[in-house]
């Protein structure tokens, strides 16, 4: 691991709405190839941090560098297609289509017709499509949903639409996955049958992963490196361990409101 | 026959103004009311070319449409970038102001009749210049709909954010929806303008921009099939009843209302009505009673 260059730097990142700051002073950085997580007690700015970093917020103060390249003042598109997805807390599938289309549309990136070539049909239309089917294909073969993908995605049980929202992020081929409370609402078989997939997709599609998680077992259980927030500040910083025996944390968080949930 | 034949040809104009409503309300998810504008700008703008400009007649008329479709597209590039960043009913609000923003400038210009109306137009526009394209345009719109600009257009319709989040330029997907539509709005002005003769500024009142709206719900959103069909019934309904007089408009009405309530996805709903179309319903059923099935033997799995 190369200590030097970290895929994803917040550096004094601050958010205020009106006079609330949601989120004051934050620094952290996720390193490549790690499965980083973000902790906090509800509202305490973790959320709004992965709105940040994907655009859907602009910044008030600091920076974001992605591959130490400023992205913070990038259209949320852009900084998608520039290789950071994610998913969302309350589940944001495209709920009318079905599950292969949720796939196939967002693989679009991955094909290089323009609207003329579409409209008309041109032999690049048809090379091109062939490739996006094929893509979206294999990514659902890889994360099981092969199945299921002619059902319409809001007909879909809870974990197989979390599932889904994952594979369609993971359409764009990102460096690095933002995950927000994967593991709300599954029980305790769900929630380790979905650490092993997100331990799998990272090894497969070689890439980073940053976690939002109210589930201790699956932060401790899987991240390399935990950041804690409370009331948009940073509390702690360091490995599972180091964060699990800080007092600070313990009675912020862990020892005060045991199973915040 | 001439009667059946003038209902087909105005079933044609509309259906191409329609299918541009289609692609931006029933698959981008914007809802217009002032479309009607956008076929008012085509339908002077071609007025313009094919009675004043004292052309050829060969070069004229194709001249005329391609001048009304692009102004109405150009036109719809400045409404676009003023309006397409307002969320929800505020763009349809915008658009109800355009609408009746274009009548009222057209009812000042005296070079096109003000608001008396512009007679003794050319008659340009036949029955086969119509069909041809009709067909050209639902094959373009079909087209552009199954591509990944299309595609793209359907996932904001879907979830504009989880879009974005897709890497979906959520701004020129709804660009690209709305000057098509303009465009196809301008090319069904252009038709209507070189085959009744006659304009007046009153033709393109709000209640034109509703109408062509409720084609577009009434056959369904998002399914190109429910909007052709949409289209034939809507505008031949007041023509089979005509012999009512008053009461064809009433009933024009009624069935507007009795799809809504009985059947508020539209006729065909989000469906198309072509083999693959029909194959996906299906398909899709099956996997979901197989979800189902497979479901109900796991939770029996545990309790037994």
Redesign the interface.
């Given at each position: 691991m190369n200590e030097a260059l970290p895929l994803l730097e917040l550096e004094g990142l601050t958010k205020r709405f009106g006079g609330l700051a949601a989120v004051n002073n934050v620094s952290f950085k996720v390193q490549e190839g790690s499965i980083s997580g973000l902790i906090g007690p509800n509202g305490a700015g973790k959320t709004t941090i992965f709105n940040l970093i994907?655009g859907?917020y602009k910044v008030t103060e600091g920076r974001i560098l992605f591959q130490g390249k400023p992205i913070h003042d990038q259209?949320?598109?852009k900084i998608?297609?520039g290789g950071v997805?994610?998913t969302?807390q309350n589940i944001?599938?495209?709920?009318?289509?079905?599950v292969f289309?949720n796939v196939?549309?967002?693989c679009?990136?991955s094909?290089h017709?323009n609207?003329f070539e579409?409209?008309?049909?041109l032999p690049n239309?048809w090379k091109?499509?062939k490739i996006?089917k094929e893509k979206a294909r294999s990514l659902l073969a890889i994360m099981g949903l092969e199945?299921?993908?002619?059902?319409?995605a809001n007909?879909?049980?809870y974990g197989l639409q979390r599932r889904l929202e994952i594979t369609?992020?993971l359409?764009?081929d990102p460096k690095l996955l933002l995950l927000d409370e994967p593991a709300a609402g599954m029980n305790p078989d769900e929630t380790e049958h979905l650490m092993k997939i997100i331990g799998e997709v990272r090894r497969m599609f070689n890439l980073s992963v940053l976690v939002i998680e109210h589930h201790m077992d699956l932060i401790m259980g899987i991240c390399n490196h935990i950041h804690v927030l409370n009331f948009g500040c940073t509390l702690a910083d360091g490995t599972a361990e180091s964060v699990a025996n800080d007092p600070k944390v313990v009675e912020a968080y862990l020892g005060a409101e045991e199973e915040t949930k | 026959m001439d009667y059946i034949q003038g209902i087909a040809v105005l079933i044609g104009i509309n259906l191409i103004a329609v299918l541009g409503l289609s692609i931006l309300t029933g698959f981008t998810g914007l809802f217009s009311f002032g479309h009607g504008g956008f076929m008012a700008i085509g339908a002077y703008v071609s007025a313009i070319v094919s009675s004043r400009l004292d052309l050829p007649h060969p070069i004229a008329f194709p001249l005329a449409i391609l001048a009304g479709a692009l102004s109405a597209a150009l036109i719809s590039v400045f409404i676009g970038k003023l309006t397409l960043n307002l969320k929800g009913d505020y763009f349809c609000i915008a658009t109800m102001g355009f609408g009746e923003a274009v009548r009222i400038i057209l009812n000042n210009v005296n070079y096109v009749g003000g608001a008396r109306g512009w007679a003794n137009l050319p008659q340009f526009t036949t029955w086969w210049i119509v069909l041809g394209l009709c067909i050209v345009c639902v094959v373009?719109t079909w087209?552009?709909i199954n591509?990944?600009?299309?595609?793209?257009l359907?996932?904001v319709r879907?979830?504009e954010?989880?879009?974005?989040?897709?890497?979906?330029?959520?701004f020129r997907s709804k660009m690209?929806a709305l000057i098509v539509s303009a465009a196809l709005a301008g090319i069904a002005g252009a038709l209507m303008a070189n085959y009744i003769q006659f304009l007046r500024p009153t033709m393109f009142n709000m209640a034109k921009s509703t109408d062509l709206t409720i084609m577009v719900i009434f056959g369904g959103l998002?399914s190109i099939s429910g909007t052709i069909a949409g289209t034939i019934l809507l505008v031949s309904l007041p023509e089979v009843f005509r012999n009512f007089a008053q009461w064809r408009l009433v009933i024009y009405g009624l069935a507007v209302i009795v799809i809504m309530v009985g059947r508020p996805q539209g006729i065909m709903g989000?469906v198309e009505l072509t083999p693959s179309g029909i194959r996906?319903i299906f398909?899709?059923r099956?996997?979901?009673a197989?979800?189902d099935a497979e479901?109900k033997a796991a939770e029996q799995g545990e309790v037994a």
């Open positions: 994907t859907v259209e949320p598109y998608a297609c997805t994610r969302f944001r599938l495209f709920k009318n289509l079905s289309d196939y549309t967002a679009h990136r094909a017709y609207l579409s409209v008309f049909r239309y091109e499509e996006l199945d299921r993908q002619d059902i319409n007909n879909l049980p369609r992020a359409a764009l | 373009v087209n552009l591509s990944r600009q299309g595609r793209n359907v996932a879907e979830e954010l989880a879009a974005q989040m897709a890497g979906v330029d959520v690209v998002g989000g996906k398909a899709a099956r996997a979901k197989k979800l479901l």
